[in-house]
């Protein structure tokens, strides 16, 4: 029993090991970025971004040592595990990072309500709700409650756009 | 100090008498910490023209009682979506949600709201009788002293990572390393901003929580239809029942629950410091102080009693300096600070023989709006935790788009909804791949304030670094440090023998739990 | 532009109470009555370039109750501390439209050393200029009252022996320079120690962090309980009533330090206001009638501030001084910057 739950743990952190240098990679990019950046600075600007960079990397060469020596034994690959199957989820997920994206990118013009009916409306469907009625529901819903909430009774200042414009002349908000 | 039996009915029979404008604040309060974004400082900022208009002591208990709200609302989504409201309550998520994926949302929400309320209560009313004191130790914690608390936070980034250390001190440091983002604290001068303006401040609270923690989180959730299976909530069907577990569970922890606030008062005496450093704090003291500290981060009652007594615990401790120096502690009590100015009250110690009933005023405010918040908010646990049932197909569009539009609430930048979705990338690998994303969290959070109170000492020390050892109280804060480091460790040491023990009595029956 | 923020903010401030009560209070509110005059319609969105709370903060808003009555228009604040100030300038500068609405209240002493010292991306004059100074907020140095510096004498000598440890808001600021100069003039040394703004600063020196403090002096003024003023940056003390007749540091030493003050003034779009010029002229006017308004004063007072500061400066007054503040901060740029 306990020789078939190690074998299985082997399998999993085999699949694993690629996904887990994102991470460190993401990391000491990142840090590398910063210690060139600031490289021209006086010590007291970059004193703690140093030690802490430093030290991040030699965390993540031990990091790297270890799967490294993982591939030698054999008990791991460098593949991507879940990250590079493409699953129903994955792909959903994706489709709503780029819903997002786009939502963020036209929010200066659609304004706060619109862009939330738009965006509330993609990621449902993304995730599989069909019924128009749900849709259109949950949408509506929770752009009119974000408008009312928050645009017209506490007057934050959310993008503006169409309807808040349009609107404004009824309840304010807009720019 | 001047207290009498007139002044003290005086002050008791006012503030009754403004319970008209603490309750809707109490519920605005919770609403807006609820929602990833919306802080008490801005919904106050937004709400300025307003309360400048109202009678002083109507704006002081709107305003108070909006703050404290804020605190409880906060550990809401934290406790039932893994998704903080507010930075005080990232550290709720560590127990709260995991009680929560035990089908047990409802009790760890009855214990957020008695720790918080609780907490905050009796946090309030210890400051109004130790005002003097508390005053005076506001500025004994200095430079040197705050380093040292910021090693309590960061000691929590190791413990909080006990089943893969280097991959949670990865994370921390990488963490740290994002908290370095922004202009020096000596010359002004940016780092590392990848040429955007907008991280020239370091990187924004918010847009970091909101990624790290809600947007990851949605993205993880999706692969379930709801939040909790169905089968694990259908025995708690006997609603009424788990709200009375919560309390008796509230009552049981009763004393974990005073202590931990008032390491949410000290930490909030401190100019600068807040509630997200006093709940990690209070999170990590709690755990070392715990004989079962390896029951932290599974769902462990005290786990949301620590953080959420310690962040509401801060809100009386936060105005401290305000009243009593005429100094504001943290931005929540800045915006206070204009209100009172705009009326022409002085601050300082002044204030408490010219207009007491200003000065105690605002902490009698404060208590009742605790005493409101305990009776409104408690019988809606029960329906509060069906949210759980929500489909995701329906609530991660919600935390999503909600998110997103709230990481532009504080700062009104555009780019910091697109930081939250690529924090939200990371946030989501992390998860995936077992880098501890609260560890991420306590290093972007501590990082700065860290970097800020070490330059600092050092340069009051003029280079010489045992400046870092030159206060008693310093030192005995240092000695906490080195204990909160070995307690664990020596613990473990012994809870290993014990077990060997154990094992050499019967090989068999444990052989798996060492794997 | 029927939708201005004007009727915005009264309706949302009315419908925040009505909304707590009836739904129905939302429907039929009054629209504004017609502007007789073409410029302003609308309210005006201010940047402040330091936080909440802050000094800027206050005077911004004792100088507009007067100055939105005259306008006709109210003021709506946004802050954007961070990197001395460099944050909000960029932003007024790259992303708010110079249309004359929008404007930004700063702090020129500091903000333009900052300018000096960190070369951002915008230009001054030709980007912005300043207008309707509201005050003169002289540099000094002061301590706790039970402090043993008792003059500012005995704080050189200290100084001279060691370096000595002094609290301020930033290094890139008026009262900073002051200190360096102070140091060249006597052969004294001290140590800065930026406590990122006025409140901090005031805490460190409280707490006795540090032994000695250097800033604007009519946030210290406000904490007299607290502080004692030993010496100012000025040709003057225009408080020596207040602050037991404190020295001014020339006097002193026999040093020539140049006057070193801090002074808070409006921004607008230089674009805009040379394309509009009756619309500035406007403008100005109007501040400078604020600036003398009664109204304005009380308002000042009520914030604990001594009214002997305030200074109505034009924009021919602003710009001069803030290219003065460029030249100063060139002179001491390599102890200034954290670039190599």
């Given at each position: ?175 | ?153 960061l000691v929590l980034i190791a413990a909080i990572a006990a089943d893969d250390p280097l991959k949670g001190i990865i994370a921390g440091f990488f963490g740290l390393m994002i908290g370095a983002i922004g202009t020096d604290h000596i010359y002004g001068t940016p780092r590392a901003a990848f040429g955007f303006l907008e991280l020239y401040d370091g990187v924004p609270l918010v847009p970091a929580l909101i990624g790290l923690f809600a947007i990851s989180e949605a993205f993880s959730m999706m692969e379930r239809s709801t939040v909790v299976p169905r089968s694990s909530v259908v025995d708690t069907k006997a609603q009424w029942a ?16 005073i202590w931990t606030s008032f390491v949410g008062l000290l930490i909030g005496v401190v100019p600068g410091a807040g509630a997200s450093i006093a709940s990690f704090v209070a999170y990590q003291q709690a755990r070392m102080f715990s004989k079962t500290p390896e029951e932290f981060g599974k769902g462990f009652a005290p786990g949301v009693v620590a953080p959420e007594s310690a962040n509401n615990g801060v809100t009386s401790g936060t105005l401290v300096p305000l009243m009593a120096i005429g100094v504001p502690g943290g931005s929540t009590a800045a915006v206070m600070m204009v209100v009172l100015q705009y009326h022409g009250i ?170 | ?17 009505g909304g707590l009560t009836a739904a129905g209070v939302l429907a039929g509110m009054p629209l504004s009555s017609a502007f007789a005059q073409s410029y302003p319609q609308r309210n005006f969105r201010v940047i402040i370039p330091t936080g909440q709370g802050g000094g800027a903060e206050r005077l911004a808003r004792a100088f507009d109750d007067a100055w939105s009555k005259l306008l006709k228009h109210q003021f709506e604040y946004t802050f954007h501390p961070g990197a001395a100030g460099q944050i909000g300038y960029e932003l007024f500068v790259r992303q708010r439209e110079a249309d004359g609405y929008n404007l930004l209240f ?235």
């Open positions: 029993m306990s020789v078939d739950v190690s074998r299985t743990l082997k399998q999993r952190r085999k699949a694993q090991l690629g996904a887990d240098l994102i991470i460190p990679v993401l990391a000491a990019g990142f840090t590398l970025y910063y210690l060139i950046s600031s490289f021209n600075l006086v010590w007291e600007a970059r004193a703690n971004g140093t030690v802490v960079g430093v030290t991040l990397l030699v965390l993540i060469a031990i990091q790297v040592a270890r799967v490294v020596v993982q591939l030698r034994n054999g008990t791991g690959s460098l593949g991507f595990g879940d990250f590079a199957q493409w699953t129903p989820a994955q792909g959903q997920r994706l489709m709503l990072i780029a819903a997002l994206i786009v939502f963020v990118m036209t929010i200066p013009w659609l304004g706060t309500t619109l862009g939330l009916f738009a965006v509330m409306l993609a990621a449902m469907w993304i995730l599989g709700v069909r019924s128009p009625a749900t849709l259109l529901g949950v949408a509506v819903g929770v752009s009119a409650t974000v408008y009312i909430v928050f645009i017209v009774l506490l007057g934050a200042r959310f993008p503006a756009g169409p309807i808040e414009n349009g609107l404004a002349p009824l309840f304010g908000g807009g720019i | 100090m001047g207290w009498d039996n007139a002044l003290l009915l005086s002050l008791i029979t006012d503030t009754l008498m403004l319970t008209w404008i603490v309750v809707p604040a109490v519920l605005l309060g919770i609403v807006v910490g609820a929602i990833p974004g919306f802080s008490a400082q801005n919904t106050l900022i937004i709400l300025l023209p307003l309360t400048l208009t109202m009678d002083i002591n109507v704006a002081l208990a709107f305003m108070v009682s909006l703050y404290c709200a804020t605190h409880l609302g906060g550990g809401i989504p934290a406790i039932l979506v893994n998704m903080p409201g507010t930075g005080g309550a990232a550290a709720t998520t560590l127990d709260g949600y995991q009680m929560t994926l035990k089908g047990k949302a409802q009790q760890a929400l009855v214990l957020c709201f008695v720790a918080s309320t609780v907490g905050g209560l009796v946090t309030s009313v210890a400051t109004v009788a130790l005002l003097p004191y508390l005053a005076q130790l506001g500025l004994y914690l200095r430079s040197v002293e705050m380093v040292a608390v910021m090693v309590f936070g788990d709200t009375l577990e919560g309390l008796r569970l509230s009552l049981k922890y009763w004393w974990l629950t002085v601050l300082g110690p002044r204030l408490f023989i010219e207009s007491p009933d200003i000065a105690y005023g605002i902490f009698f405010s404060m208590t009742l709006s605790y005493i409101v918040m305990i009776f409104t908010i408690l019988p809606l646990a029960r329906y509060m935790s069906q949210v759980v049932l929500i489909p995701t197909k329906i609530l991660v569009p919600l935390i999503l788009s909600l998110t997103i539009v709230g990481a532009f609430a504080n700062r009104e930048y555009v780019f910091d909804m697109g930081l939250a979705l690529v924090f939200g990338v990371i946030g989501y690998i992390a998860r995936k791949t077992n880098y501890h994303v609260t560890a991420i969290l306590i290093g972007v959070i501590l990082g700065p304030l860290f970097e800020q109170y070490l330059l600092r000492s050092l340069r009051i020390g003029q280079g010489d670094l045992t400046i870092l050892f030159s206060s008693t109280t310093a030192n005995v804060l240092w000695a906490f440090v080195v204990l909160s480091v070995l307690l664990p460790w020596l613990r473990g040491k012994q809870q290993e023998r014990q077990r060997k023990n154990l094992q050499d009595r019967a090989p068999t029956a444990l052989t798996g739990d060492q794997a | 532009m029927n939708h201005s923020p004007n009727r915005s903010l009264h309706m949302s401030r009315r419908a925040f109470c700063g702090n020129m002493g500091p903000e333009m050393i900052m300018y000096a010292v960190q070369k951002p991306n915008y230009r001054f004059p030709e980007d912005f200029i300043y207008f309707g100074r509201t005050d003169i907020d002289d540099s000094c140095i002061f301590v706790r009252n039970d402090s043993p510096y008792k003059d500012v004498k005995s704080i050189v000598e200290a100084a001279k022996k060691k370096p000595l440890n002094v609290a301020v808001s930033r290094i890139p600021h008026p009262a900073s320079i002051g200190l360096l100069a102070l140091g060249e003039a006597t052969g004294s040394s001290y140590n800065l120690i930026p406590y990122g703004g006025g409140n901090p600063t005031y805490v460190a020196v409280m707490n006795g962090e540090a032994d000695v403090g250097a800033l604007p002096i009519t946030g210290v003024l406000s904490l007299t309980s607290q502080f004692k003023v030993l010496g100012v940056f000025n040709k003057e003390n225009i408080f020596a009533g207040i602050t037991e007749n404190a020295p001014t540091i020339n006097s002193v030493f026999g040093s020539s330090i140049p006057d070193l003050y801090s002074s808070r003034a409006w921004a607008v779009h230089a674009k805009w206001a040379d394309a509009n010029p009756e619309n500035f002229a406007m403008l100005e006017k109007t501040a400078e009638q604020a600036h003398a308004s009664a109204e304005f004063r009380d308002a000042f007072v009520k914030t604990g501030a001594p009214v002997e500061s305030l200074k109505f400066g034009s924009r021919q007054v602003c710009t001069e001084y803030a290219n003065a503040m460029v030249e100063l901060a060139k002179r001491y740029e390599p102890v200034l910057s954290a670039q190599r």
